[in-house]
């Protein structure tokens, strides 16, 4: 037996009118169930569901309208076809308002019925195939978060703590300050403070405090009114604001000078801010989550941040550990960064040589996750093959002198003790160098290989003296 293209039901209180529509969408292979009155219809509906209603818009009792009303609120994805003989333009615009799909007017050849049902019909699939991939996509980002999202990468003892602690500050609205060095994932562990939290469904707000000039932080955090200052030429909502109901996160949070410390107080105090150039407070509803990489303490010692301030952001201390505190993270995060940007870059490689872990494993990494996520892009723009050499990593990873030195602290001093700064510079100009020369000098292929906009390569270009400074962009 054949099984029925799909369930429509009809509703409609002329018998002749029901029984034809019936029979005609039967004979199209369809299953259908007749009522005689919007009462019956709806209830039927209820309980035995459809792909399709088609329903007469004047009935007594309870007209089309209503019946559109109640199926699309019991059913919301369901396609409803309205059929009448009062076929105004004003008819049809509140049945549509009411939620119909079409509107057809009696009298109607029995092929426009098929035709509009058959329409109606695809769009009710198409509907329902949104509904069921929005249902795996939610599945889908659940098993991920439970998998990655609500963890930090790594097996190490510091980083089970670590997770532990996250997850039950994220259930609090305490003031978070979180602890470490540049590139060990600090916005990372602030984003899982607030995806863990009640505020997930809420704004996730990130300021890059020393990214900002003194003059402009306080407008960025806090907001401006129009003619507050010169440029000022609208009224602009800061970050605590944006960030209303949600999180705010102030990265490098030890960079902001002594006014802004004032008035970011007041806020954690009053839970209000007031705009630049304002009289009025706006009362805000905001978590706050800090970083820093200072020893903040030590600033407080030094008078140059405000002691009462630190206290009300230190609430709850999260240290998220350097990367040579937990080498036996290594493998599984570079194993990570080549699925990870593997399939954008060089979807060829799959995994890492025994001989490039061990390079990997050598180097003491000063730029933390960070450098060592550098190292392994630019390891996969050069490989050539299924697997990741140490040949094709950066020239820092590929020689005996990467190994470790020590102070007597146990410090590692990588490289000659040369300067992070230096370092990630160094790395970054043999990256580009190495990309311009496999481009053969061709700068939209070099920006492709990278990753980067053609304007940022330019740039870098110019900075490493590749190019002369204001040469013409390719096209």
Known sequence: MVPPMARVLVIDDNDTMREGMAVTLKKAGHEVLAFRNGLEGVAGFQAKGADVVVTDLKMEAMDGLEVVKQVKAHEPSVVVLVVTAFGTIETAVEAMRSGAYDFIQKPFPPDLLRAKVDAALELSRTRQRVTRLEAVTEALSSDLAERTGTHLLGESEPMQKLNIAIKRSAATDATVIIHGESGTGKELVARMLHELSPRKNKP????????????????????????????????????????????????????????????LLRVLQEREIQRVGGEETVKVDVRVVCATHRDLKAEVASGRFREDLYYRLAVVPLVVPPLRERPEDLTLLAKHFVAKHGPRINPAVKALSPDALSALQRYAWPGNVRELENAIEQGLVFSEGSMLEEKELPAFLQSASTRVTQTPGGLPIPHGDRPLPDILEDLERQLIQRAYEKAKGVKTETARLLGIKTSALYYKLEKY???????????
């Open 465 to 475: 003296g590749f190019i002369q400074k204001g040469e013409t962009p390719e096209e």
């Open 204 to 263: 996730f707000v990130s300021t890059h405090c020393a990214a900002l000039a003194e003059t402009l932080l306080e407008s960025e955090l806090f907001g401006h009114e129009r003619g507050s200052f010169t440029g000022a030429v609208k009224r602009k909502l800061g970050r605590f604001e944006l960030a209303d109901g949600g999180t705010l996160f102030l990265d490098e949070i030890g960079e902001i000078n002594a006014s802004v410390q004032t008035k």
